[in-house]
């Protein structure tokens, strides 16, 4: 039997570890196999941007080999970053940290990919010498890169390892070093295995649903009570709507809707915070510096977008623009036939993602996000109903469910178009919109359970019925349930977290609830909601100092929002301040002449928080 021929390569090969594994798997061994497969993805997707390939990844350890010693040691500095950033989402105990050793060698390489040799043997002994969270590298390595990288090296000695025979000149790449070590400028690599990343439910919009048609929603300026936040301790970003440059304003939908799926997106990963739609929006028409946006928004990168609707096609131009300095970080165009949106906004979404280093994949397929439709018709057609329903255009509901049934002609298994018939139906019962209001939030309930039955996952129907159970049956545990459960499956959506935050808030954890509401006001601070659901949690807690400074400010952006005003003057009640109190009375019931004190808290399960609140309206003069 003839032999096949040797084949030997020179590579650079980096070998790594996680210091303590054994420990982590002892401790937990479920949470450590799911760590360690996401770190693992994350450092192979580094490895692939740098040209280099996957050798084999037995345990904790892993083995990669790449054509270029300069783009070795760029990959393994990267991986030290993304790891050390990831920790920091863990605690304390399931932190994985990892060594890394690289040498350039000689290897064989076997027909199935396999190498050995001394090469991959020092490279495994740099590895053991490497501290923790640390990188060594042989002289080999060292020498091919000296001079061509933006860091420095640490010469530690001469030291025999095992198995070779002679001593190895080993270096240190300079801790200080690594952790401030730019992402180097990589170009677009092959495109990433297609994930439905981009789903469409439009969750964003339920956390406004209950907002009037009076609430503003759309103004650029940023609360003095939060200006120009700090950036977050991760990847940050807002996404604004896409402009249309074809001169059609009936097409807008289109491009906010790329836009808005996009985000959704994006949300699924823990590793990422993005701005909610409504306040990246808000810049909509209007020229504004993307330095000074993410100033205002507190957020490191902003992406821009524009496009032509054509029959048939579309053409779309994304740029990622790294606000800090206005530097653009990654720009493409794209030319696709009308049936192949849905790829198009994966695409978009998984480039991101790729240019800021985090993951979309969180391990459960339902929090991939998905359109939910293979039909583009019926996810446009739901998509113009939630512009109508967002916008609280109460006259145009009608027109709202008529999209919504032509789309459930199309897929009748849609259940984003399911679920836009509830939110439908609860805005008509709660604004009375409709003849009979107890008889649409019966229909609201059944759309929202018929949602459900289809897709157990949607964020939005559990934020529906949230509310159903919070102002009509007053079911507060079934309430609480379906806020958790919305949660926990989109917690870095704003409209899951402010809809979790003001359920706790009102039902006996207002101090959690003001935790969560801030966060959500971090995530979308141009919209006046969580402005006035933060001023709930603070009033609830007795702190009403805090609760005046948040409600004074979302009437100074929503003159005509009678909610605000509302616990504004129960506030200022509870602070003495009668005669503000009654100012603000005046002006509620001007707003809100139907308004009856004895019917007020109900969405409340603690009397004796609805009888002060009761107290302080009649105090005011309102009856």
Same mark, same amino acid.
């Given at each position: 039997?003839?032999?096949?021929?040797?084949?030997?390569?020179?590579?650079?090969?980096?070998?790594?570890?996680?210091?303590?594994?054994?420990?982590?798997?002892? $401790?937990?061994?479920?949470?450590?196999?799911?760590?360690?497969?996401?770190?693992?993805?994350?450092?192979?997707?580094?490895?692939?941007?740098?040209?280099?390939?996957?050798?084999?990844?037995?345990?904790?350890?892993?083995?990669?080999?790449?054509?270029?010693?300069?783009?070795?040691?760029?990959?393994?500095?990267?991986?030290?970053?993304?790891?050390?950033?990831?920790?920091?989402?863990?605690?304390?105990?399931?932190?994985?940290?990892?060594?890394?050793?690289?040498?350039?060698?000689?290897?064989?390489?076997?027909?199935?990919?396999?190498?050995?040799? $001394?090469?991959?043997?020092?490279?495994?002994?740099?590895?053991?010498?490497?501290?923790?969270?640390?990188?060594?590298?042989?002289?080999?390595?060292?020498?091919?890169?000296?001079?061509?990288?933006?860091?420095?090296?640490?010469?530690?000695?001469?030291?025999?390892?095992?198995?070779?025979?002679?001593?190895?000149?080993?270096?240190?790449?300079?801790?200080?070093?690594?952790?401030?070590?730019?992402?180097?400028?990589?170009?677009?690599?092959?495109?990433?295995?297609?994930?439905?990343?981009?789903?469409?439910?439009?969750?964003?919009?339920?956390?406004?649903?209950?907002?009037?048609?009076?609430?503003?929603?759309?103004?650029?300026?940023?609360?003095?009570?939060?200006?120009?936040?700090?950036?977050?301790?991760?990847?940050?970003?807002?996404?604004?709507?896409?402009?249309?440059?074809?001169?059609?304003?009936?097409?807008?939908?289109?491009?906010?809707?790329?836009?808005?799926?996009?985000?959704?997106?994006?949300?699924?990963?823990?590793?990422?915070?993005?701005?909610?739609?409504?306040?990246?929006?808000?810049?909509?028409?209007?020229?504004?510096?993307?330095?000074?946006?993410?100033?205002?928004?507190?957020?490191?990168?902003?992406?821009?977008?524009?496009?032509?609707?054509?029959?048939?096609?579309?053409?779309?131009?994304?740029?990622?623009?790294?606000?800090?300095?206005?530097?653009?970080?990654?720009?493409?165009?794209?030319?696709?036939?009308?049936?192949?949106?849905?790829?198009?906004?994966?695409?978009?979404?998984?480039?991101?993602?790729?240019?800021?280093?985090?993951?979309?994949?969180?391990?459960?397929?339902?929090?991939?996000?998905?359109?939910?439709?293979?039909?583009?018709?019926?996810?446009?057609?739901?998509?113009?109903?939630?512009?109508?329903?967002?916008?609280?255009?109460?006259?145009?509901?009608?027109?709202?469910?008529?999209?919504?049934?032509?789309?459930?002609?199309? $897929?009748?298994?849609?259940?984003?178009?399911?679920?836009?018939?509830?939110?439908?139906?609860?805005?008509?019962?709660?604004?009375?919109?409709?003849?009979?209001?107890?008889?649409?939030?019966?229909?609201?309930?059944?759309?929202?359970?018929?949602?459900?039955?289809? $897709?157990?996952?949607?964020?939005?129907?559990?934020?529906?019925?949230?509310?159903?159970?919070?102002?009509?049956?007053?079911?507060?545990?079934?309430?609480?349930?379906?806020?958790?459960?919305?949660?926990?499956?989109?917690?870095?959506?704003?409209?899951?977290?402010?809809?979790?935050?003001?359920?706790?808030?009102?039902?006996?954890?207002?101090?959690?609830?003001?935790?969560?509401?801030?966060?959500?006001?971090?995530?979308?601070?141009?919209?006046?909601?969580?402005?006035?659901?933060?001023?709930?949690?603070?009033?609830?807690?007795?702190?009403?100092?805090?609760?005046?400074?948040?409600?004074?400010?979302?009437?100074?952006?929503?003159?005509?929002?009678?909610?605000?005003?509302?616990?504004?003057?129960?506030?200022?009640?509870?602070?003495?301040?009668?005669?503000?109190?009654?100012?603000?009375?005046?002006?509620?019931?001007?707003?809100?002449?139907?308004?009856?004190?004895?019917?007020?808290?109900?969405?409340?399960?603690?009397?004796?928080?609805?009888?002060?609140?009761?107290?302080?309206?009649?105090?005011?003069?309102?009856?």
């Amino acid at each position: 039997m003839a032999q096949s021929k040797v084949h030997r390569k020179l590579a650079a090969i980096l070998s790594a570890d996680v210091v303590g594994y054994s420990k982590l798997m002892a $401790d937990d061994e479920a949470a450590t196999v799911d760590t360690i497969k996401q770190y693992r993805a994350a450092v192979e997707r580094v490895i692939n941007r740098h040209d280099g390939r996957i050798v084999n990844a037995p345990g904790d350890n892993m083995l990669a080999e790449f054509p270029s010693a300069v783009e070795s040691v760029q990959a393994a500095v990267e991986i030290q970053r993304n790891i050390e950033g990831r920790n920091a989402e863990l605690p304390e105990d399931r932190q994985m940290h990892f060594r890394v050793g690289l040498n350039l060698g000689d290897v064989i390489e076997e027909d199935d990919g396999t190498i050995y040799g $001394d090469g991959v043997n020092i490279a495994a002994r740099m590895e053991a010498l490497a501290e923790e969270g640390g990188i060594c590298i042989s002289s080999t390595i060292h020498d091919a890169v000296e001079g061509k990288l933006d860091f420095d090296f640490e010469f530690l000695g001469e030291r025999s390892v095992k198995n070779i025979a002679k001593p190895v000149r080993v270096y240190r790449v300079r801790g200080d070093l690594v952790e401030k070590a730019k992402k180097p400028t990589v170009g677009r690599t092959k495109k990433l295995a297609m994930v439905a990343a981009a789903g469409v439910l439009v969750i964003a919009t339920a956390a406004v649903l209950l907002a009037p048609p009076w609430a503003e929603r759309r103004s650029t300026s940023i609360s003095p009570i939060a200006a120009e936040p700090p950036l977050p301790d991760k990847p940050s970003i807002a996404v604004l709507a896409f402009q249309n440059m074809g001169g059609d304003p009936g097409q807008d939908y289109f491009g906010d809707s790329v836009a808005e799926a996009v985000i959704t997106g994006l949300t699924r990963s823990p590793y990422l915070f993005v701005i909610a739609r409504n306040s990246s929006f808000a810049y909509k028409g209007k020229s504004v510096d993307v330095r000074e946006i993410g100033r205002e928004l507190g957020v490191r990168y902003v992406l821009e977008g524009s496009f032509v609707r054509l029959p048939g096609r579309a053409r779309v131009t994304a740029q990622l623009i790294d606000a800090t300095t206005g530097h653009h970080v990654w720009a493409e165009d794209f030319d696709v036939k009308s049936d192949d949106i849905f790829e198009l906004i994966d695409d978009l979404t998984l480039n991101i993602a790729h240019e800021v280093d985090i993951e979309l994949y969180t391990g459960d397929k339902s929090l991939a996000g998905s359109p939910g439709t293979k039909s583009i018709k019926a996810w446009e057609l739901v998509l113009k109903a939630a512009e109508i329903v967002d916008n609280s255009q109460l006259e145009k509901l009608d027109l709202a469910e008529r999209y919504c049934r032509e789309a459930l002609e199309l $897929d009748p298994e849609y259940a984003a178009a399911v679920v836009m018939l509830g939110w439908i139906a609860f805005n008509r019962g709660f604004f009375h919109w409709g003849e009979d209001p107890e008889a649409e939030y019966a229909k609201a309930m059944e759309y929202a359970e018929a949602a459900l039955s289809i $897709d157990e996952t949607s964020p939005s129907a559990h934020i529906l019925l949230t509310d159903i159970h919070r102002h009509h049956t007053l079911e507060f545990g079934k309430a609480l349930f379906h806020a958790n459960r919305a949660f926990s499956l989109a917690s870095n959506d704003a409209s899951a977290v402010l809809n979790l935050g003001n359920t706790l808030t009102w039902l006996g954890d207002p101090q959690r609830g003001l935790e969560l509401t801030l966060r959500a006001y971090r995530m979308a601070p141009n919209l006046v909601w969580p402005l006035a659901l933060v001023g709930n949690a603070y009033f609830v807690l007795e702190r009403y100092e805090e609760a005046i400074a948040y409600f004074e400010e979302c009437i100074k952006r929503a003159p005509g929002n009678p909610t605000c005003r509302r616990v504004l003057l129960m506030s200022y009640v509870e602070l003495g301040q009668i005669e503000k109190a009654r100012q603000q009375a005046d002006e509620l019931m001007k707003a809100m002449p139907e308004f009856k004190v004895d019917e007020y808290g109900t969405f409340t399960n603690d009397a004796a928080l609805r009888e002060r609140m009761r107290a302080a309206l009649r105090k005011a003069g309102v009856k």
